[in-house]
Every structure is written in C-alpha cells, then in structure tokens.
C-alpha cells in the first residue's frame, strides 16, 4: 500500500508568515494528491486537488505544487483564520487514504 | 446547495455493528459523475477513509477495515449507508460523509459514535 507521510507535524508561526507543508507519497501517485484544512470541532474544507488546482472560493493565498512522489502546500501570508490542521490526502487507484496531518500553531 | 447530513446511533455496544445513513439533499446521489465516501476520525485524531461507492454499486473499502465494512445506498431516499460490524472501543470516532470526484468537496457535520458497554 501507498504510504502518505507529511511533516512537520506540528509548528509555530505568526501572522504573515509564509508557511510550507510537505507531503509524501511512498510511491508515485501523479498528481492525484489534495489538500484539506480541518478547524476544531469542523468538518474538513477542500483547499487543493489534484495537487495545484485551488478549489473555488479558497483564497488565493494557498498554493499546492508537486508531482509523483513530492508535492507542497504554501500559505503565502498566514492570517488569523489559518490557524487550524492541514491533511493531504491520495486519490490513487481507488484509494483515497490521508496523511496524519499538521498543526499550524500561534508563535 | 448540496447538503450530507449523518444519522444514526451515538452509542453502540462492542462486537455489535454500527449503522450510520448519510442523506443528501440538493442532489441526486444517482449521479455519475459523483462517488460517495465515509471517513471518521477518532478524538484528538486524525482522518480515515474507510470507504467509498460509485454510481449505486462500485464500493472500494479501506483495507484495513475492509472485513468489517459494507456501505450501500438506497435512491429512492437519496441516501447511502455504513455497516461496520464487530466494533470495539478503538472504533469510537466522529463519523463524517463527503462527496467527492477530485477531492472531498461536501461534507456532512459529523457525527460522534461512541462504543461503550
């Protein structure tokens, strides 16, 4: 089975900061790789799919590159809002398994 | 606007099975264009898929819980439903359905099965 591992798995940042998260696949999976933010006690918010097309009304501040085995999701400039958890999650040959995730914390 | 609600029991007793109904609204769950999924995600977590069913019949299942899992719909309700046999404590979890082709895209709020005696 594909493996999804993402890192960090935490960290601290402050508003306007530019924040990058990574994901890896253990094997390639092309571009079918998407990304979630999930707030406490919230159902999970489509940002990303197929690893860099911004899901409509998401704002333009989130950014998803990467191909294969390797992709990124960027915060251009955090806001107060984006405080919250980040998965990524594979949408490959029918399986559509999820990273453990990231916290994004206050600094 | 499409809408996915969960139902069913918050509390479910161990070795016996959870059944969970996810109702779509603003939708035909009949469409093909469309799968639809269970993911949960136990406290303090993160998420799982467990499983997936296309155009009515297709289903694709985690395979880690794949022996214990049947998800089915029914259109005439516009609903689609999960059946997870034999549960113990490590299933207690936030159940959530979602909709998705190219990402989960709708998401109902969730719902919290705990299992307990």
């Known amino acids: 089975d594909i493996q999804m591992t993402q890192s960090p798995s935490s960290l601290s940042a402050s508003v306007g900061d530019r924040v990058t998260i990574t994901c890896r696949a253990s094997?390639?999976?092309?571009?079918?790789l998407n990304w979630y933010q999930q707030k406490s006690g919230k159902a999970p918010k489509l940002l990303i799919y197929?690893?860099?097309s911004l899901q409509s009304g998401v704002p333009s501040r989130f950014s998803g590159s990467g191909s294969g085995t390797d992709f990124t999701l960027t915060i251009s400039s955090l806001q107060p809002e984006d405080f919250a958890t980040y998965y990524c999650?594979?949408?490959?040959?029918?399986?559509?398994?999820f990273g453990q995730g990231t916290k994004v914390e206050v600094k | 606007q499409l809408q996915l609600q969960e139902s069913g029991p918050g509390l479910v007793k161990p070795s016996e099975t959870l059944s969970l109904t996810c109702t779509v609204s603003?939708?035909?769950?009949?469409?093909?264009?469309?799968?639809w999924g269970w993911i949960r995600q136990p406290p303090g977590k993160g998420l799982e898929w467990i499983g997936t069913?296309?155009?009515?019949?297709?289903?694709y299942y985690n395979p880690s819980l794949k022996s214990r899992v049947t998800i089915s719909v029914d259109t005439s309700k516009n609903q689609f439903s999960l059946k997870l046999s034999s549960v113990t404590a490590a299933d207690t979890a936030v159940y959530y359905c979602?909709?998705?082709?190219?990402?989960?895209?709708?998401w109902g709020q969730g719902t919290l099965v705990t299992v307990s005696s």
């Open positions: 979602a909709r998705h082709y190219e990402g989960f895209d709708y």
């Open positions: 603003g939708g035909s769950i009949s469409s093909s264009s469309y799968y």
């Open positions: 069913i296309y155009y009515i019949k297709s289903t």
């Open positions: 094997q390639s999976i092309s571009s079918y």
């Open positions: 197929a690893a860099s």
């Open positions: 999650q594979r949408s490959y040959s029918t399986l559509w398994t």
